[in-house]
């Protein structure tokens, strides 16, 4: 009983003690976060620029990131009240001009410094008229390709065209890269690792791609008797079995085998069109140092057309018209993503053996770029 009522004194004296100022009104309140910057809005010339801003909270601490990637930003002093970044904002090549955003948090309070840069006068890439660039890679940051960008296939050898390559995640058992980036360039690369082949087989945007544009890269080849480079695309998200291929389409814009040095090729494949009835549509072009030098391969794709190019020059042109407008004639009425990747061996690349003292073998990207109407 005494236990009892010493509980409810308790817990009487706790309730008054509530009751005095229950309401919050004479407790400390925290203050709210603020925060100041130097300047909110900074103006860029379309040749770029470094910028310098101060940065104030009453906060602990902050933090702060760009929402493109042209803005790079070098933070300092972040975990006290007084900090600065160093803004630094690269050339635009397009004749349209661009805007981004710095954001900048501390505790809850956010604050927004607006970059507007100008226009080029000319254009640094090479598009058709009234289209502009939606999608590149320069392949000029970090040591590995952009997770959010590209993915690896992980097959084993003879997954199609009776290929021997194994392709793998970025790297060997053994820890032997089969794709880089360095010195401003994606490297492919096919080597020989404990009796078996490694290769790398990579897909930009593989579930968004882009349905027409015109798409165009830079590659060097490789040489030697069994390699199979290609720079192509397939449609996303397939369903194989309701559209297996080659009903589903395919876009080969840039083939070439070590067998045949320096013959490129280009081809589209449909249900009525393709290599198994011999009736694809192909064309090949031989040109000085395919292996050894870069040269630009790219793709004019538009509703009811396609041509290929070689540094400029046409290479293949099919019509829908000239195929028919079925979905076994012209499939090309969805998204396609782009495909580089380096074979050794299979159908084509092996049809007179392969020579393994050749490897390793690399293949060399040194850009990727997608223009599409604007």
Same mark, same amino acid.
């Given at each position: 009983?005494?236990?009892?009522?010493?509980?409810?004194?308790?817990?009487?004296?706790?309730?008054?003690?509530?009751?005095?100022?229950?309401?919050?009104?004479?407790?400390?309140?925290?203050?709210?976060?603020?925060?100041?910057?130097?300047?909110? &809005? !900074?103006?860029?010339?379309?040749?770029?620029?470094?910028?310098? /801003? +101060? @940065? *104030?909270?009453?906060?602990?601490?902050?933090? $702060?990131?760009?929402?493109?990637?042209?803005?790079?930003?070098?933070?300092?002093?972040?975990?006290?009240?007084?900090?600065?970044?160093?803004?630094?904002?690269?050339?635009?090549?397009?004749?349209?001009?661009?805007?981004? &955003? !710095?954001?900048?948090?501390?505790?809850?309070?956010?604050?927004? /410094? +607006? @970059? *507007?840069?100008?226009?080029?006068?000319?254009? $640094?890439?090479?598009?058709?008229?009234?289209?502009?660039?939606?999608?590149?890679?320069?392949?000029?940051?970090?040591?590995?390709?952009?997770?959010?960008?590209?993915?690896?296939?992980?097959?084993?050898?003879?997954?199609? &065209?009776?290929?021997?390559?194994?392709?793998?995640?970025?790297?060997?058992?053994?820890?032997?890269?089969?794709?880089?980036?360095?010195?401003?360039?994606?490297?492919?690369?096919?080597?020989?690792?404990?009796?078996?082949?490694?290769?790398?087989?990579?897909?930009?945007?593989?579930?968004?791609?882009?349905?027409?544009?015109?798409?165009?890269?830079?590659?060097?080849?490789?040489?030697?008797?069994?390699?199979?480079?290609?720079?192509?695309?397939?449609?996303?998200?397939?369903?194989?079995?309701?559209?297996?291929?080659?009903?589903?389409?395919?876009?080969?814009?840039?083939?070439?085998?070590?067998?045949?040095?320096?013959?490129?090729?280009?081809?589209?494949?449909?249900?009525?069109?393709?290599?198994?009835?011999?009736?694809?549509?192909?064309?090949?072009?031989?040109?000085?140092?395919?292996?050894?030098?870069?040269?630009?391969?790219?793709?004019?794709?538009?509703?009811?057309?396609?041509?290929?190019?070689?540094?400029?020059?046409?290479?293949?042109?099919?019509?829908?018209?000239?195929?028919?407008?079925?979905?076994?004639?012209?499939?090309?009425?969805?998204?396609?993503?782009?495909?580089?990747?380096?074979?050794?061996?299979?159908?084509?690349?092996?049809?007179?053996?392969?020579?393994?003292?050749?490897?390793?073998?690399?293949?060399?990207?040194?850009?990727?770029?997608?223009?599409?109407?604007?």
């Amino acid at each position: 009983m005494k236990r009892f009522m010493l509980y409810t004194l308790l817990l009487s004296l706790t309730v008054a003690l509530w009751g005095c100022g229950g309401d919050g009104k004479d407790e400390p309140q925290p203050s709210k976060v603020s925060i100041t910057v130097s300047q909110e &809005n !900074i103006t860029v010339p379309a040749d770029g620029g470094t910028y310098s /801003i +101060t @940065v *104030t909270t009453t906060g602990k601490e902050w933090g $702060a990131y760009a929402d493109q990637d042209f803005i790079v930003i070098d933070t300092k002093n972040t975990t006290s009240q007084s900090g600065s970044m160093t803004v630094t904002v690269a050339a635009n090549p397009t004749t349209d001009g661009r805007t981004g &955003n !710095i954001n900048i948090m501390s505790g809850s309070a956010r604050q927004t /410094i +607006t @970059v *507007t840069q100008a226009a080029a006068d000319q254009a $640094a890439y090479y598009a058709p008229e009234g289209y502009k660039l939606v999608w590149h890679d320069e392949f000029d940051k970090g040591s590995e390709l952009n997770a959010d960008d590209w993915t690896h296939e992980v097959q084993g050898s003879g997954w199609v &065209n009776n290929e021997l390559q194994n392709y793998v995640n970025h790297k060997t058992p053994d820890g032997k890269l089969v794709t880089e980036v360095r010195n401003g360039q994606l490297r492919i690369t096919a080597l020989k690792e404990n009796g078996k082949v490694y290769s790398g087989r990579v897909y930009a945007k593989v579930n968004e791609g882009w349905q027409h544009g015109y798409f165009e890269a830079s590659i060097k080849l490789p040489s030697g008797k069994g390699t199979w480079p290609a720079f192509w695309m397939m449609p996303v998200g397939n369903n194989w079995s309701t559209n297996p291929w080659p009903m589903c389409g395919e876009i080969d814009i840039m083939e070439e085998v070590g067998v045949v040095p320096n013959e490129v090729s280009s081809s589209i494949h449909t249900q009525d069109y393709n290599h198994t009835k011999n009736t694809q549509k192909t064309h090949k072009m031989t040109i000085d140092n395919a292996e050894g030098e870069f040269h630009t391969y790219a793709l004019l794709w538009t509703a009811d057309e396609m041509t290929t190019y070689v540094d400029g020059k046409v290479q293949l042109n099919v019509k829908k018209s000239d195929l028919g407008s079925g979905h076994n004639q012209w499939p090309f009425h969805y998204p396609f993503y782009l495909i580089l990747n380096l074979a050794w061996g299979g159908d084509w690349g092996g049809m007179q053996g392969v020579d393994e003292n050749a490897l390793p073998v690399t293949m060399e990207v040194d850009y990727v770029r997608v223009f599409q109407k604007n």
